[in-house]
């Protein structure tokens, strides 16, 4: 694990700037760093010590050192695919994973990252045929951003923003479209930035450059619509081999590693694989809130118990303003998702034990865990309701709901469901996963603002992820979006950025590519059976779990960022949002976000997810503003918490 950067043709201008925009990565890999340099090229990495703690460090070359790798991940099928070159005549000279990606190389061209199973992002560079293959894997695990000149045919690259951004002739001029697409999904979506000139590698792609010109292509993309005929029994049992072969994989470390234990089904299952293949109690790791509405730890508890975990346990306070400057800073842009304050948190307390955390993230989306799953199946039997009924009748009734203060009352997510329930299928999605609709954006703008955006389509993204499979059933088409937006541009985001902030390495098992297919090919039927989701792995997991945890309501690792607002983080809302930066900016109607913000401290509504949207752009914004290339370093956003009172 590691962070890399690169510089190609006319943005290779002196090791100096390489080492700069390496610098911007050391908590990704405290270890140790390299660099390789050369006519065409510059590669250079900081390392995270996994596996192979003696031979492994990076650049790694072949035999005759004509090829050359740094990457960032873990290669989980390294073993098998080892043996396999060395039958073909590859000799190595490391223990690790990372030579083993030379060798493919060597042995199948750019076509070498379809056989690797794992999360990474690596960089090869051919200097015989003067090549440089970036590429990043299927799922998006690990983020690659870059810049190509369009004009020189120069080319950079880097694992974060900031470190891209620590070369002095990458534009950073900001991308209106961004802004309002943030708005929408509280991300950016891939490929784009924040900023207009630079880019993200997509999921399952690799780009190729040569002779000053970029190609982008994808090399997989998971299906939906090409169903698997299975009984349930024969379900089940592969699914739960599928499981198990990922933990397995997982558990291959030559440091301490342990798991991150929520209270949810998804974590809980893999601390039960992790318990059955390990000789050692696991260790565990939970956090907690005050607030009952969102603390899980009852929970987590009575799995660590269950399996006699050695288990660690922290309770968050609303002391975000800590945080927020490390998050703002790492993350690059603009990011809306709250939970990256408990998963920093989680991870910080988690690095204090061990170097690497297996976890659960990509349960819900194989096996349709969130409501919007159960949602879409009811909405499109709405939609055979009459029209007069739904929009004569039952539309102007919505209003007219009370909203329950409490985060999980029927009645509130009720009315969060008749809302959208009466519009087009993409529009329903957005609403259900997104802050602002185009209506509240639309009396959010300044005109001067609306002008810049030039019409631009924020459900273009959506419209994209759906476009390969139209015909797909409600439960299915909402998990493609899943797997294709929120998963690689949120969830897998910020557990990456959160993570590598602590120098901690953060494993999926159920991000296993194989075990990605195979759900996606299963009738929804064996994803959501009526309202009960996840009907697969409470199956296999029935035996196995406490009671509690297989019957309990989803809760979602979210935070009382809206109490939060209302009280501790209220001084920094006011400061940031209302000063005359912000102000002058002129993305925003002063009146408008004055109403927002008053209308949600006075708890007339809930406006907790819009506003926290605005104050973590305005903090990007500052940090933005206030960093710089020009001595040889990059400014922090310190000032965010030295200019405001602490809580």
């Known amino acids: 694990m590691c962070g890399i950067t690169g510089v190609a043709g006319s943005l290779r201008t002196e090791p100096a700037t390489l080492q700069r925009m390496t610098d911007q990565l050391r908590h ?40 050359c790798v740094v990457y960032n991940g873990e290669i989980y099928n390294f073993v098998e695919l080892r043996s396999e070159l060395e039958g073909r005549g590859h000799r190595f000279a490391t223990h690790g994973d990372t030579e083993v990606i030379v060798h493919a190389y060597e042995e199948f061209g750019p076509e070498c990252v379809e056989r690797l199973w794992g999360m990474f992002a690596l960089a090869v560079w051919d200097s015989r045929r003067r090549l440089l293959l970036l590429a990043r894997d299927r799922l998006g695990k690990k983020p690659l951003v870059y810049y190509a000149d369009p004009v020189s045919g120069g080319l950079a690259f880097a694992s974060e923003l900031q470190a891209l951004l620590a070369h002095p002739d990458v534009p950073r001029e900001v991308d209106p479209s961004a802004i309002d697409d943030y708005l929408t999904y509280l991300y950016v979506p891939a490929p784009s930035t924040a900023y207009r000139d630079i880019r993200k590698l997509p999921p399952g792609h690799r780009l190729v450059w040569q002779a000053g010109r970029v190609s982008v292509e994808p090399y997989w993309e998971v299906r939906f619509g090409d169903k698997r005929s299975l009984t349930e029994a024969q379900a089940v049992e592969e699914f739960g081999a599928l499981l198990r072969d990922a933990v397995r994989r997982r558990l291959i470390a030559d440091v301490p590693l342990g798991a991150f234990l929520s209270g949810g089904m998804d974590s809980s299952s893999v601390v039960a694989e992790m318990a059955a293949l390990s000789s050692r109690p ?37 002391r975000a303003l800590e945080v927020l400057p490390t998050l703002v800073r790492h993350y690059g842009e603009p990011y809306g998702d709250s939970s990256a304050i408990p998963t920093y948190y ?61 985060r999980r009352a029927f009645l509130r997510r009720a009315k969060r469901f008749m809302a959208a329930a009466h519009l087009p299928v993409f529009d329903r999605y957005l609403h259900w996963v997104g802050a602002y609709t185009p209506a509240q954006k639309a009396a959010l703008y300044t005109p001067e603002f609306v002008a810049e955006l030039q019409g631009n389509d924020s459900g273009g993204w959506l419209r994209a992820a759906l476009a390969p499979e139209p015909r797909l059933d409600p439960v299915d088409a909402v998990l493609r979006a899943d797997t ?128 926290w949207a605005l104050l973590m752009l305005e903090l990007w914004q500052r940090e933005r503003a206030e960093s710089f290339v020009g001595s040889g370093r990059i400014a922090t956003c310190e000032s965010i918490s030295s200019a405001t009172p602490r809580s």
Not at 58 to 63: A, G, R, T, V
Not at 379 to 398: E, N, Q
Request: with cysteine; aromatic share 8%.
């Open 484 to 611: 294709l937006l929120y998963l690689p541009e949120d969830l897998l985001a910020k557990v990456d950025i959160a993570s590598m902030a602590n120098s901690l390495e953060a494993r999926s098992p159920f991000l296993d590519h194989r075990l990605v297919e195979f759900c996606a090919r299963l009738p929804s039927s064996f994803k959501l059976r009526g309202r009960t989701s996840k009907w697969l792995l409470r199956t296999l997991m029935r035996d196995r779990l406490p009671a509690d945890i297989l019957t309990r309501p989803k809760m979602g690792f979210g935070v009382p960022v809206g109490e939060w607002l209302r009280g501790d983080l209220r001084p920094l809302l006011e400061d940031t949002l209302f000063s005359p930066t912000a102000l002058q900016r002129g993305y925003f109607r002063r009146e408008a976000v004055r109403a927002l913000v008053d209308e949600h401290l006075s708890r007339r509504a809930d406006r907790g997810a819009h506003v």
């Open 28 to 67: 990704r890999g405290p270890d140790g760093e390299g660099t390789f340099w050369s006519d065409d090229v510059g590669l250079a990495m900081r390392r995270l010590a996994i596996i192979d703690l003696d031979t492994g460090d990076q650049p790694i070359f072949n035999e005759d050192r004509e090829v």
């Open 282 to 318: 696991v260790k565990t790791f939970s956090i907690g809130f005050g607030e009952r509405d969102f603390d899980e730890l009852r929970y987590a508890r009575q799995v660590a118990r269950r399996f006699s975990t050695e288990h660690h346990e922290l309770i968050v306070e609303p």
């Open 346 to 406: 989680v991870a910080q307390m988690t690095r204090q034990h061990v170097t690497v955390a297996l976890n659960g993230d990509g349960g819900d989306e194989l096996l349709a865990g969130y409501e919007r799953h159960w949602a879409a199946r009811i909405a499109a039997r709405y939609d055979t309701v009459p029209r007069f009924v739904r929009h004569g009748l039952i539309r102007p009734l919505i209003p007219l709901l009370p909203e329950p203060r409490q």
